[in-house]
């Protein structure tokens, strides 16, 4: 980085404007114009679920008002296996309004997870036609309300990804009541 680039972040932060730290390589862009990144690849023993030219073509697919906001898709491993992202195929990061796609441990040609392991194809699918959904849904929700508790955020996800009207009050309720989420297990406010 060279020193008129680091002075004019510096200058910048004084004022209270904070920077974009780029921390990937752009692989490819929505035709909103969202960043997809690769910050590395898959570790041994492991692949991406879905390539950075199909999570493109699921994101070019939903409404711009939807996906609006978001700033870097990004493909990346879950990190240290003790965290709670390890088994997690994507996460919506609220503060730095970032998807995450994350490597999954793959041998012999399919996925090995209890809940959607399978082929990679079946995975991709799997991937463009809920969890991404699912993802843009958590940054609708917040976009929308960042004050909603989490398993509000979830029904609404949930819904989005299920083609639903998230905004409907009755899955909100129907969610806060009885919720059973992606890892089938019930949870109450």
């Known amino acids: 980085m060279s020193w ?3 002075s004019w972040r510096h200058a ?3 004022r209270g404007i904070k920077t974009a730290k780029y921390n990937g390589n752009i692989v490819a862009r929505t035709r909103h114009g969202i960043p ?9 023993g492991k692949a991406y ?17 939807a996906i609006s906001g978001i700033k870097e ?7 240290i296996p003790a965290t709670k992202q390890d088994k997690a195929w994507a996460q919506y990061v609220r503060t730095k309004k970032r998807i995450n796609i994350f490597s999954q441990p793959y041998k012999n040609g399919k996925f090995h997870d209890t809940e959607c392991g399978g082929s990679k194809s079946e995975v991709a699918e799997h991937m463009k036609d809920y969890v991404l959904p699912h993802e843009v849904g958590h940054h609708r929700a917040a976009k929308k309300d960042p004050n909603l508790p989490i398993i509000v955020e979830e029904a609404k996800a949930d819904a989005f990804a299920a083609k639903q009207n998230p905004d409907d009050p009755l899955i909100t309720e129907m969610h806060i009541n009885d919720r059973v989420s992606q890892f089938g297990s019930k949870g109450t406010i």
């Open 4 to 6: 008129h680039y680091q």
């Open 36 to 44: 997809i990144t690769v910050k590395e690849s898959a570790q041994q």
């Open 73 to 79: 898709v990004n493909f990346r491993d879950p990190g």
């Open 12 to 14: 910048l932060a004084r």
């Open 49 to 65: 679920p879905l390539t950075p030219g199909q999570a493109k073509e699921a994101l070019d697919k939903m409404p711009a008002t």
